[in-house]
């Protein structure tokens, strides 16, 4: 069982644009003027880094109306046995995503085992790896509690796959945290974690301790995406963490010599979809696994 993939999917950002719907749960997220040449010239950032470090990935077409469709994590998690999981979004304009084309992408090398979009009638979300950190080596997945991380739905999604479910609550700046992936990664080395943002954070730290060392994120840090890196791994078999440059500018010099111990840090810079989509490097990697 591995934690990381060697074969990421992307979605283009022909569409990408500030998501109003989405805007009210996420403090990350900026209405400011941008140019769209921008956003291309930092997808094509993206793309460039993974090129560069021989990492395999598809780019998806983006769904009409769908602003926030560069993030695909946030519907679909696939799985080492061939299948996939589809969820429960919050933003009508989200629930688009799940596009034909897209299902049918999916649908060449997985099959579906768990659909959870049915909750959507019912007011109930849970959005994939933004709100779950798996740890697939352990089966624990790591969740922080908000209108668009629901822990009912969460333990039922836990049961289906077999894994023990781990939930918190998370605040920043007085708000619950809309995703647990901007303020949580996990690799097979170790967690990235701000516990500054946790209340109560007992529980948590006695669980992750068991199986990994802690870099201990700030809250400071995680507004500028220091939490939202992802360990991947190209077709050498090697394995990077991807972090955007404002996430890896804001660690200091002690936390990036604990990364390259384990890790080549590949950083990718993305400063206005990150301020106007409120989602950075992470958010743009749907794992397949």
């Given at each position: 069982m591995d934690q990381s993939a060697n074969k990421l999917a992307l979605v283009e950002p022909s569409n990408f644009n500030f998501n109003i719907e989405t805007f009210k749960s996420n403090i990350f997220q900026n209405d400011i003027q941008f140019n769209k040449q921008k956003i291309f010239e930092e997808f094509d950032n993206l793309i460039n880094a993974l090129d560069k470090n021989k990492i395999s990935f598809n780019i998806l077409k983006s769904p009409k109306n769908s602003p926030d469709s560069i993030y695909p994590n946030n519907w679909v998690i696939t799985f080492e046995d061939g299948t996939y999981d589809l969820f429960s979004m919050q933003s009508t304009n989200r629930r688009l995503e799940r596009s034909k084309s897209n299902?049918?992408?999916?649908?060449?090398?997985?099959?579906?085992?768990?659909?959870?979009?049915?909750?959507?009638?019912?007011?109930?979300?849970?959005?994939?790896?933004?709100?779950?950190?798996?740890?697939?080596?352990?089966?624990?997945?790591?969740?922080?509690?908000?209108?668009?991380?629901?822990?009912?739905l969460a333990s039922k999604w836990a049961q289906l796959r077999g894994y023990d479910l781990v939930h918190f609550k998370s605040y920043i700046d007085k708000k619950p945290t809309y995703h647990t992936n901007v303020l949580m990664f996990i690799t097979d080395k170790f967690a990235g974690i701000c516990f500054d943002s946790i209340p109560d954070s007992s529980y948590l730290l006695s669980k992750i301790k068991k199986t990994h060392r802690v870099l201990n994120l700030s809250i400071k840090q995680v507004k500028n995406f220091s939490g939202n890196a992802l360990v991947v791994r190209n077709i050498s078999n090697e394995s990077k963490l991807l972090i955007s440059s404002s996430g890896l500018k804001a660690l200091d010099l002690i936390q990036i010599k604990f990364i390259e111990k384990y890790y080549d840090i590949v950083e990718i810079n993305i400063p206005t979809i990150e301020k106007i989509g409120g989602g950075s490097v992470r958010c743009m990697l749907l794992e397949l696994f």
């Open positions: 299902i049918n992408f999916l649908n060449k090398n997985y099959s579906l085992k768990n659909n959870l979009t049915e909750y959507e009638s019912k007011n109930i979300f849970l959005e994939g790896t933004g709100s779950l950190i798996l740890d697939r080596v352990n089966k624990t997945a790591y969740m922080a509690e908000s209108n668009r991380s629901n822990v009912s």
